[in-house]
């Protein structure tokens, strides 16, 4: 049976994840009390459809269990994270954030109707109805969701410069758990909210602004998706600040 001393070097702690690193390898090690095995599997099969389909993705050596918990092993990507480089270069932030923008269109310019792929609207119903929110606030969400445009791009999901990593000039893509089929502005509204729930108001700006512009798309379609991405993250955020801005977002919108 594999143990976490069978894993190698323990490199960071997460989000009830464990990741270690041997002989070019990184093992994503998941708490059982949190991820069940389909969970696991669908990240899995998530990231290695994205390799497939020609996206910066590392490949998938393995999954196997460790002890009660599911792993996931993948190639080593060995650099510096975005959010590495940002924070170590300040003062070129804005040239960051285009890169960022820049991976994040070219991810988005794959269409995709595989079944692989869950409907990004239902994840999202999904997570409406888990949300803990009144049955009035859900179902003007439901709502409001349903309203919106169908379209059938490969959306990260969480694409933050913490999931971006450059092994010299080459850029690759972590964590696609979240990977689903839909709507480019929805995937946006998820990264700007990432920024804000960091506390990066300026980050967040910058990004939308540049996003908007490189994608041809207005600002306000891309903050008509602020109240549901802000509602799905109600479910696996519990920092008392955090909550405060998804209800605040989620609380302004006049339906």
Not at 132 to 140: E, F, I, N, S
Not at 155 to 182: M, S
Not at 197 to 214: H, N, R, T
């Amino acid at each position: 049976m594999v143990t976490e001393k069978d894993l190698g070097q323990l490199v960071l702690t997460r989000h009830n994840k464990k990741i270690y690193s041997k002989d070019g390898i990184i093992t994503k090690v998941f708490d059982s009390k949190f991820y069940q095995a389909s969970d696991v599997l669908k990240e899995a099969m998530n990231q290695e459809y994205a390799v497939e389909s020609s996206l910066p993705a590392p490949h998938v050596d393995s999954v196997f269990m460790v002890g009660k918990n599911w792993a996931i092993s993948s190639d080593e990507i060995k650099g510096k994270t975005l959010a590495k480089m940002m924070e170590e270069d300040p003062a070129n932030k804005k040239k960051y954030i285009d890169k960022l923008v820049q991976i994040q269109i070219s991810i988005l310019s794959h269409l995709s109707d595989n079944l692989k792929l869950p409907k990004l609207k239902d994840k999202l119903n999904n997570y409406i109805t888990d949300s803990g929110l009144d049955a009035t606030t859900r179902y003007d969400l439901h709502v409001r969701l349903e309203k919106m445009p169908n379209h059938y791009k490969f959306c990260h999901g969480d694409l933050t410069p913490q999931n971006i990593i450059f092994e010299g000039d080459k850029a690759y893509v972590l964590d696609w758990a979240h990977a689903t089929r839909g709507n480019a502005s929805a995937d946006a509204a998820m990264t700007y909210l990432m920024f804000t729930l960091e506390g990066d108001d300026k980050g967040a700006s910058m990004y939308l602004k540049d996003f908007c512009k490189k994608s041809d798309t207005r600002p306000e379609y891309v903050q008509s998706w602020i109240s549901v991405v802000s509602a799905t993250k109600l479910c696996t955020i519990s920092d008392p600040k955090q909550r405060e801005l998804l209800m605040r977002n989620i609380n302004v919108v006049e339906y």
